[in-house]
C-alpha cells in the first residue's frame, strides 16, 4: 500500500508562485501515472494536471495550462507541480494521487487509485 505526502503549500500573493511535491512515505509510484488535483470546501475534487508513467505525456485542465507544469522523476520518486502566476480562484487543498501501473496520464478521479492528505495553497488578492 503506498502513502502519498505531499509538500510545498502555502500562502502566496496573486502572481506568486509555488512548487507542490509528492513523496511516497510507503511503496512508490515510479512506474505508475500520477495526478494532481485540488478541492475547495463544498465541492468535488478538480483535476489540476497528470503526467504518464514514464513522463512523456503530460495534461492539465484548461484553468491551469501554462501557467502549471507537472514533472517527475522517477529515480528520486517525486511528482513536482510548479504553479505560476497564481491566482486567488488556485486557492483550494490540492492532492497527489497514483493512477494505474504503465499507465498514461488521465483526467479522470476514478482512474487514481491513492491520494495523499493534501496540502492546503491560499492565493491572497
Known amino acids: 500500500q503506498v502513502q502519498l505526502v505531499e509538500s510545498g503549500g502555502g500562502l502566496v500573493q496573486t502572481g506568486e508562485s509555488l512548487t507542490l511535491s509528492c513523496t511516497a512515505s510507503e511503496g512508490s509510484f515510479t512506474n505508475y501515472a500520477m495526478g494532481w488535483f485540488r478541492q475547495v470546501p463544498g465541492k468535488g475534487r478538480e483535476f489540476v494536471s497528470s503526467?504518464?508513467?514514464?513522463?512523456?505525456?503530460?495534461d492539465y485542465s484548461e484553468s491551469v495550462r501554462g501557467r502549471f507544469t507537472i514533472s517527475r522523476n522517477n529515480i528520486k520518486g517525486t511528482v513536482s507541480l510548479q504553479m505560476n502566476t497564481l491566482k486567488p480562484e488556485d486557492t483550494a487543498v490540492y492532492y497527489c494521487a497514483r493512477g494505474g501501473l504503465h499507465s498514461d496520464s488521465s483526467q479522470r478521479e476514478a482512474r487514481y487509485n491513492a491520494w495523499g492528505q493534501g496540502t492546503q495553497v491560499t492565493v491572497s488578492s
Open positions: 503526467i504518464s508513467w514514464g513522463g512523456s505525456r503530460t
